[in-house]
């Protein structure tokens, strides 16, 4: 690790007051606010608010479009997509049309019928990569500091037809994605920000480390808020989306061989 790093991973907040704590993470939401100059409804200082001032109540955002057009989440929506179609395996196990055309599936076998409305759901992981210091686009840095980890939900509705055919023709009405996480800190890990207090730009009477412009944050200090009543965990919910890129008609073959059991 560069020197320049090692010498910022002194825990700056350790023998701050709780109270003292929590103002300093409030003038972190403030700064990231202020300088973003490129990022439309930014989650990470929305987030980080919720935390100080919620008092653990669910907050319901709407998905801002650097979350939705962001590489990471397309790349899984466009797994759903593939899961819904049985062109591969979820988890290990064939999952979506076929299994249910088939009757292989334990809990929901579906009848031949031509133009009878079908629904399916799933739920996976996305996961942002940490990179310190190194490039993100600034959507994905948003995010990467805002949900990191969370479950991508998607809702498919559509019509199948042909069903006595060689191939299926799968007719998407709509395709919804939504993201799902808990907000809540692990007090083992620690975490690079940039520093509200450098320079002491609100000339405060106790700036933290104003001589440093990024310091690391360790998230034992948001466990020392909590205790105080200061900050509390939450469940948050994005609003649903349309995915229209994944909704294209497509093709199935209802006697694929699922060879591995289901």
Same mark, same amino acid.
Not at 71 to 86: A, G, I, M
């Given at each position: /690790?560069?020197?320049?790093?090692?010498?910022? =991973?002194?825990?700056?907040?350790?023998?701050?007051?709780?109270?003292?704590?929590?103002?300093?993470?409030? $003038?972190?939401?403030? =700064?990231?606010?202020?300088?973003?100059?490129?990022?439309?409804? !930014?989650? !990470?200082?929305?987030?980080?608010?919720? +935390? &100080?001032?919620?008092?653990?109540?669910?907050?319901?955002?709407?998905?801002?479009?650097?979350?939705? *057009?962001? *590489?990471?989440?397309?790349?899984?929506?466009?797994?759903?997509?593939?899961? +819904?179609? @049985?062109?591969? $395996?979820?988890?290990?196990?064939?999952?979506?049309?076929?299994?249910?055309?088939?009757?292989?599936?334990?809990?929901?076998?579906? !009848?031949?019928?031509?133009?009878?409305?079908?629904?399916?759901?799933?739920?996976?992981?996305?996961?942002?990569?940490?990179?310190?210091?190194?490039?993100?686009?600034?959507?994905?840095?948003?995010? /990467? @500091?805002?949900?990191?980890?969370?479950?991508?939900? @998607?809702?498919?509705?559509?019509? &199948?037809?042909?069903?006595?055919?060689?191939?299926?023709?799968?007719?998407?009405?709509?395709?919804?994605?939504?993201?799902?996480?808990?907000?809540?800190?692990?007090?083992?890990?620690?975490?690079?920000?940039?520093?509200?207090?450098?320079?002491?730009?609100?000339?405060?009477?106790?700036?933290?480390?104003?001589?440093?412009?990024?310091?690391?944050?360790?998230?034992?200090?948001?466990? $020392? =808020?909590?205790?105080?009543?200061?900050?509390?965990?939450?469940?948050?919910?994005?609003?649903?989306?349309? @995915?229209?890129?994944? =909704?294209?008609?497509?093709?199935?073959?209802?006697?694929?061989?699922?060879?591995?059991?289901?």
């Amino acid at each position: /690790m560069p020197d320049d790093i090692v010498s910022q =991973m002194k825990d700056h907040l350790q023998g701050l007051q709780p109270t003292e704590v929590a103002a300093w993470y409030g $003038r972190l939401a403030n =700064m990231i606010d202020q300088e973003n100059k490129s990022i439309k409804d !930014a989650l !990470a200082p929305l987030f980080l608010r919720h +935390y &100080l001032k919620g008092k653990g109540k669910k907050l319901i955002f709407s998905a801002p479009d650097h979350l939705k *057009n962001s *590489n990471y989440v397309v790349d899984v929506l466009k797994d759903h997509r593939s899961w +819904y179609l @049985t062109e591969k $395996r979820f988890k290990n196990k064939w999952v979506g049309i076929i299994p249910r055309l088939q009757g292989k599936h334990p809990t929901d076998k579906w !009848a031949p019928v031509d133009y009878l409305p079908r629904v399916l759901e799933l739920r996976s992981l996305v996961e942002i990569d940490v990179k310190w210091f190194t490039d993100h686009t600034p959507g994905d840095n948003d995010l /990467m @500091t805002s949900l990191r980890g969370f479950q991508l939900c @998607t809702q498919c509705h559509f019509f &199948l037809s042909n069903i006595s055919g060689k191939n299926i023709k799968v007719a998407f009405i709509f395709f919804f994605a939504s993201v799902i996480d808990r907000y809540d800190f692990d007090p083992d890990e620690y975490f690079p920000v940039p520093n509200p207090d450098y320079k002491n730009p609100l000339k405060l009477a106790k700036p933290v480390a104003p001589d440093q412009e990024k310091i690391f944050v360790f998230h034992r200090n948001a466990i $020392r =808020m909590e205790k105080a009543g200061l900050a509390q965990p939450f469940d948050l919910q994005s609003k649903p989306w349309i @995915t229209g890129d994944l =909704m294209q008609p497509a093709e199935i073959d209802p006697a694929k061989n699922l060879s591995r059991p289901f």
